[in-house]
């Protein structure tokens, strides 16, 4: 019998989530916060729940794909009095690994199986059901949904209990933040010189510096005159981007070991995203806070200095 899914939260990486299973033949329950989120969908074949209740009460396994921690609490909360025996909770949205355990005592208590699913890939991974899937949970859990993840992912791996997906995926936050934040002071340091720019920074993505960061920022700076996309939508992806960086060192701490440099890096992502930067395309208005707060940075690494 083929399982009825159920998808709550209809974003960039949710509707391409959707798209795929109803590709493969599974029966897809969906809700959003905006139901105009799911009309797609819905055209595509999918049933439209007005509220998670009715959702979780038609399928078999529920997918989360949502903005935050507290989305997913929200959720939960709005499906305390379901009985969720024999169900599987799979939530794909990057949250600290404590609030996954907590979520799945939750969860069990009310007689239903929890797995955390954070992804990566971005929405062409989405779109072309090749994402990388760290999953947490019981791996009895893991194994009756594993078809499902791999009709939305390519490579899939079973990494631990509950919470073990969400800490891999601190640590990849936790790495791409900082990397970031680095390319974007390289690249406002190599404009201070003489050199061309762009020349250098194909030099540096043919080295030992060479990376996915390195080559995404590349090429966003080699298009930058000329490609004026996505710049409605750029808050998005760094309010993004910032909640993963603060979920990731806060995470970090409550382990018992810091990770000061991320810290560091997810306080200059804070600040672009509350600065006017955020209307730059991402990652690019990382580059362009930090050239344009240079003076003040300097300003303050001479006074403590003097004291």
């Known amino acids: 019998m083929v399982s009825k899914i159920g998808l709550v939260g209809i974003g960039r990486m949710g509707h391409f989530m959707g798209l795929n299973l109803l590709r493969a033949g599974y029966p897809l329950y969906v809700h959003d916060l905006r139901e105009s989120a799911a009309s797609?969908?819905?055209?595509?074949?999918?049933?439209?729940?007005?509220?998670?209740?009715?959702?979780?009460?038609?399928?078999?396994i529920?997918?989360?794909?949502?903005?935050?921690?507290?989305?997913?609490r929200?959720?939960?909360?709005?499906?305390?009095?379901?009985?969720?025996?024999?169900?599987?909770?799979?939530?794909?949205?990057?949250?600290?690994?404590?609030?996954?355990?907590?979520?799945?005592q939750t969860i069990e208590k009310q007689g239903g199986n929890f797995i955390d699913a954070p992804v990566t890939?971005?929405?062409?991974?989405?779109?072309?059901?090749?994402?990388?899937?760290?999953?947490?949970?019981?791996?009895?859990?893991?194994?009756?949904?594993?078809?499902?993840?791999?009709?939305?992912?390519?490579?899939?791996?079973?990494?631990?209990?509950?919470?073990?997906?969400?800490?891999?995926?601190?640590?990849?936050?936790?790495?791409?933040?900082?990397?970031?934040?680095?390319?974007?002071?390289?690249?406002?340091?190599?404009?201070?010189?003489?050199?061309?720019?762009?020349?250098?920074?194909k030099v540096l993505s043919q080295g030992a510096a060479a990376s996915s960061i390195l080559s995404n920022i590349s090429q966003s700076y080699a298009d930058a005159a000329n490609d004026a996309d996505g710049q409605a939508n750029t808050r998005h992806y760094s309010s993004l981007f910032e909640k993963d960086a603060r979920y990731a060192w806060q995470s970090a701490e409550q382990s018992g070991y810091p990770t000061p440099m991320v810290k560091l890096a997810h306080n200059t992502l804070h600040q672009v995203v509350e600065s006017a930067s955020y209307q730059l395309k991402f990652p690019l208005n990382i580059l362009y806070w930090k050239r344009h707060n240079k003076t003040t940075a300097m300003q303050n690494n001479h006074r403590n200095e003097l004291m």
């Not at 529920?62 to 997913?72: A, E, G, R, Y």
């Not at 989405?126 to 009709?151: P, W, Y």
């Open 40 to 60: 797609n969908l819905v055209q595509q074949g999918a049933v439209w729940c007005d509220r998670p209740s009715t959702l979780f009460e038609s399928v078999d």
């Open 121 to 201: 890939g971005g929405e062409s991974g989405a779109e072309n059901g090749s994402l990388t899937i760290m999953v947490g949970g019981r791996k009895e859990v893991f194994v009756s949904c594993q078809d499902i993840l791999e009709t939305i992912g390519d490579d899939v791996y079973h990494l631990g209990p509950v919470g073990a997906g969400q800490a891999v995926k601190m640590a990849n936050q936790g790495i791409m933040a900082a990397a970031f934040v680095a390319v974007a002071e390289t690249i406002n340091y190599l404009e201070s010189t003489e050199v061309d720019v762009s020349n250098a920074l």
């Open 62 to 72: 529920v997918l989360f794909s949502l903005f935050d921690s507290s989305s997913v």
């Open 74 to 104: 929200d959720v939960i909360e709005k499906v305390k009095a379901c009985d969720l025996t024999g169900k599987v909770i799979v939530d794909t949205t990057t949250i600290p690994p404590n609030d996954a355990q907590a979520y799945a």
